[in-house]
T-cell receptor, first 112, second 117 residues
Framework: KNQVEQSPQSLIILEGKNCTLQ??????????LRWYKQDTGRGPVSLTI?????NTKSNGRYTATLDADTKQSSLHITASQLSDSASYIC???????????FGTGTRLTIIP | EPEVTQTPSHQVTQMGQEVILRCVPI?????FYWYRQILGQKVEFLVS????????KSEIFDDQFSVERPDGSNFTLKIRSTKLEDSAMYFC???????????????FGPGTRLTVL
């Protein structure tokens, strides 16, 4: 069964600090991996999309990495801001269909 | 910047009633999706829609659910006879192109919170 596991479940860091969120998946065959940011009560917003051939992709202060061999990805946030407080969701797309598999997310809280 | 819109933002209904959730995708997008998120749980894929027909659906999307694009702008999700367990946030999304292996971004709407009493 296709699964996406994320860790930690929640994380609290001080404003200005960096953090790294982890994602492990079992989706196969694999097409691409996406990271989304979801504010409470809102729809997910795309941060990055990586295909199996890409190792890293950046979007401003967000940098995602992908190791397709070990089926792991990480999202690194640099110089965190209060507005980064949200859930960060790892989403994996299988090859050949559109049924995205979502992780349960990491709830990130930035404190001043 | 174009965005996906959804109405209503919150719908309360009695068990057994029919509900229609509405979405207006981004105007030049061709692929449309519905997802649901039960409170405190992960987002789940329901259905994808392209060229006026369903292209993929999940096990959740049973005979109680249907989707339609009644005109050139709206995309609707109908639940024929709601159950308590249908209570969730329902998200609509659209993309320019995302066909198994494609990597186009899906843009999500703000969601409709459905409460079934």
């Amino acid at each position: 069964k296709n699964q996406v596991e994320q860790s930690p479940q929640s994380l609290i860091i001080l404003e200005g600090k960096n953090c790294t969120l982890q994602c492990n998946y079992t989706v196969s065959p694999f097409s691409n991996l996406r990271w989304y940011k979801q504010d409470t009560g809102r729809g997910p917003v795309s941060l990055t999309i990586m295909t199996f051939s890409e190792n890293t992709k950046s979007n401003g202060r967000y940098t995602a990495t992908l190791d397709a061999d070990t089926k792991q990805s990480s999202l690194h946030i640099t110089a965190s801001q209060l507005s980064d407080s949200a859930s960060y969701i790892c989403v994996v797309s299988p090859f050949g269909n559109e049924k995205l598999t979502f992780g349960t997310g990491t709830r990130l809280t930035i404190i001043p | 910047e174009p965005e996906v819109t959804q109405t209503p933002s919150h719908q309360v209904t009695q068990m057994g009633q029919e509900v229609i959730l509405r979405c207006v995708p981004i105007s030049n997008h061709l692929y449309f999706y519905w997802y649901r998120q039960i409170l405190g749980q992960k987002v789940e894929f329901l259905v994808s829609f392209y060229n006026n027909e369903i292209s993929e659906k999940s096990e959740i999307f049973d005979d109680q659910f249907s989707v339609e694009r009644p005109d050139g702008s709206n995309f609707t999700l109908k639940i024929r006879s709601t159950k308590l367990e249908d209570s969730a946030m329902y998200f609509c999304a659209s993309s320019a192109r995302d066909r198994g292996g494609g990597t186009d971004t899906q843009y999500f709407g703000p969601g409709t919170r459905l409460t079934v009493l």
